[in-house]
């Protein structure tokens, strides 16, 4: 556990820098945001979407603050600064878990109030889950509403006009939060499958799907629940070895989707209706990105024996392969993560390699050094 926590610090920090950065070089670069000239109709949307992903995170943060005025510092810097806000908060409740609680359930003890970590049993005012139900499901609204209704004024995101420093610091700073907000879904959740699938939902939707994941969340609790359950799991238990793929999988996604975001927006009109895979990956000035495709399927290739070694049904084996050749190394987070969930945390890590009938008894397995 004491690994995790290093790991999750240093991911944060990372984190904080990345979008200080940002920030610091918009305003450099572009000038300060508050210009009537950027709130476009895509800008307004992605602002509503950004705050309320920003709003659910300062539900947590008011959890959290026992002390009302360090609750309100935090909220205003949160409005104000978004991603750099959450990213440090969050950084200083790792740094705040004692060595035994690092050694414990580290995720445990930063997501909950001090107060309540030995009082789960205690029951909660009926208005609290119900009014998040309601909140949460009238947001999730709200940001559905917005996605169409701009869709229909404004048109497709896809256009390069759109992307404005200022558009793209906004989309830096916003997806920060979906990565802080996927550590929580990873934690929360008991399958590997359905992290993954709202994780993707996460990057796609945003906070339609923050909202949607919270009420469905805040539905499995009764009415007499205390809320603050919703933040925890229902087993209180995760494995280590799958979060950290989980971690792992939320950036490669988000990654990859910003990067070919980027690109379509860079084509011109004519290259879009004419062949955009061929303009964003194999124009000659991107001929590096065919070799690295290259280089990537190279691996895919190895990859994929250990596959069909691995898998019994050789339906599952080429649904795997074909996955690995699509989406490449979300397809292989999602394999190891899955291999590694069928493995109990006390069996060795190589039985990971290993034939999942355990019919590969032609590798003798030593029982002692």
Known sequence: MAILVTGLRTFFVALFCLSSATVIYTVCTDGLPFRKELLTPWMAATLVDFYINIFALALWIIYKEANFVSSVVWIILLVCFGSITACAYIFIQLLKLSPQETAQDPMYHVLLRHENKNQEEQKGKYSQVVAGRIIFTILGCVMISTLIYTIVTDGSPFRTELLTPWMSATLIDFYVNVVALSVWVAYKETSWFSASMWIVLLICFGSATTCAYIAVQLFQLSSQDPVYLVLLRRNNRYDVRVLMFLFAFTIYSVAS?????????????????????????????????????????????????????????????????????????VATCAFISKQLFQLSSQDPIYLLLLKNNGRATKVPLLSSV
């Open 257 to 329: 989707c910003g990067y070919v975001f980027i690109q379509l927006l860079k084509l011109s009109p004519q290259a879009s209706a004419q062949d955009p895979v061929y303009h964003v990956l194999l124009r000659p000035e991107h001929k590096w990105m065919a070799a690295l495709l290259i280089d990537l399927h190279g691996n895919v290739l190895v990859l994929s024996v250990w596959v069909a070694y691995k898998e019994t049904s050789w339906l599952s084996a080429s649904v795997w392969i074909v996955l690995l050749i699509c989406p490449g190394g």
